[in-house]
């Protein structure tokens, strides 16, 4: 067993595209509750988090359905895009690329 003076630091490393696409909960509470101790990323995702700051992205989860059981087809009839579990407007797009230019 463990003793309270044996320290070990944890290195989780991982793609951006984990963050984004439905993993980032359990991320966040490995890192909240300290059983990571440093979290290593890409910066892949950089514009997704630009496009946070511009319009709110949605969590998929509708009356108990995960982000992930939503049909792609009809989520893109309402102009709506996912990125794992996330639920992004088309407006967001816009407002990121009219940002940008």
């Not at 989780?12 to 909960?25: K, M, V, Y």
């Not at 992930?68 to 794992?84: P, S, V």
């Not at 407002?95 to 940008?100: C, H, Q, R, S, V």
């Amino acid at each position: 067993p463990p003793t309270s003076s044996l320290r070990t630091t944890i290195f989780l490393g991982c793609t951006s595209n984990l963050i984004s696409a439905g993993t980032r909960e359990s991320i966040r509470y490995l890192l909240q509750h300290k059983l990571v101790s440093c979290l290593v990323t890409t910066a892949g995702g950089v514009e997704e988090d630009l496009m946070k700051c511009l319009a709110p992205h949605y969590l998929g989860s509708q009356r108990g359905v995960e982000g992930f059981a939503l049909k792609g087809a009809e989520l893109r009839q309402k102009g709506i895009n996912r990125i794992g579990n996330l639920l992004v407007p088309n407006r967001n797009y816009c407002l990121f690329e009219d940002w940008l230019t």
